[in-house]
C-alpha cells in the first residue's frame, strides 16, 4: 500500500503543470515565489520541490505557455521570472477541464465503494 507521502508526490508530480500555470495567472513570478504560493494556496498541502518545480517551468516554456525574463534581483542574485503567454492561458483553460473531468471521476468511483 502507498503511503500517503508517496501518493501526494505522484498526484503533485500530475498536476504541477497545472499548479503553475494557475498561480501565474495572477501575474509574473520567480520560481521561489511560484513554490512559496502553491504551498500557501494549498493550505500547505503541496509543496513543490526545486528537482520537480523547475524542470516543470522549463518545459512549459519550452512548449510556449511561459515567457522567462532574467531581472537583477534586489540585494541578491538575477532571477528569472515567468509568466502567461496566450498559449499558456489555453493550456490553463484545458488543464482546468481536464483536472475537473479526473477528479470528477475519482471521486464517483470512491463515492461508489462507499455506498
Partial sequence: MFEDRQIRAQLLKGTLPLLILATLRDGELHGYHIARRIRER????????????YPALHRLEAEGALEATWREGEGGPRRRYYRLTA???????????????????VNRVAAEGSS
Fill in 87 to 105: 498559449g499558456g492561458l489555453a493550456a490553463l483553460a484545458r488543464a482546468e477541464r481536464d483536472w475537473a473531468a479526473f477528479a470528477g471521476g
Fill in 42 to 53: 494549498s493550505g500547505e498541502a503541496l509543496a513543490p520541490s526545486e528537482g520537480a518545480l
